[in-house]
Every structure is written in structure tokens, then in C-alpha cells.
């Protein structure tokens, strides 16, 4: 897999493989992610303070950043991908990324 994209709740972030170190260790970095502003979103009145209506068709623009820290993740007994602080990654044939505009 080249990518192992982040899972925080109901975001998501995408993050490259640099190295892979074993079956059960590899390096990964943050990729930028610029919204594509073709797509217009549609906000109406309601919950704290707007309802993004169409959020599903937000689209987004992924690069590699080159200087973005390098750190590891591994997989663990349960088969889940974690860093050391706990957070999820899946591994993917391409970047992911989405954001929640409703929470």
C-alpha cells in the first residue's frame, strides 16, 4: 500500500508511506490537502450554527510535502495501524481525505 490515511471520528487525513521498515512497522508523512473550490458547498441555517447539506461531494487536492516530520506506525495484535499516541491509520491505494463540516 502506498498511503495509510488517518481516522480521527469522522475526519480523515491523508498521510504517504515513506519506508517500510518491517510486515509490522512503516514511516509515513502528512500530505497537503487543499479543498477544491469547483465545488460548491451548500450551507443552510441549523445545528451550531450552519448544515453543510451536499459535504459528500467535497473534493480534494493531494500533494506530497517533503517537509513534513517522518514518524512510525505499527500494526498492532488486533491488526489495527496506530502511532504511538493511539491514533488509527488505514492502509490505501490512494489518498483520502475528509472533513466533517456537520460536527
Known sequence: MKYANLHGYSDVEPYEVVRVISDKTIEV??????????????????????????????KWIISSEAGAPVFRIRKSKSGVWKCKHGQRFKLSETPYKYYDYNF
Open 29 to 58: 508523512r502528512e500530505m497537503k490537502a487543499d479543498r477544491d473550490d469547483s465545488v460548491v458547498l451548500d450551507f443552510v441555517v441549523g445545528g451550531f450554527s450552519a448544515h453543510c447539506s451536499n459535504q459528500n461531494a467535497q
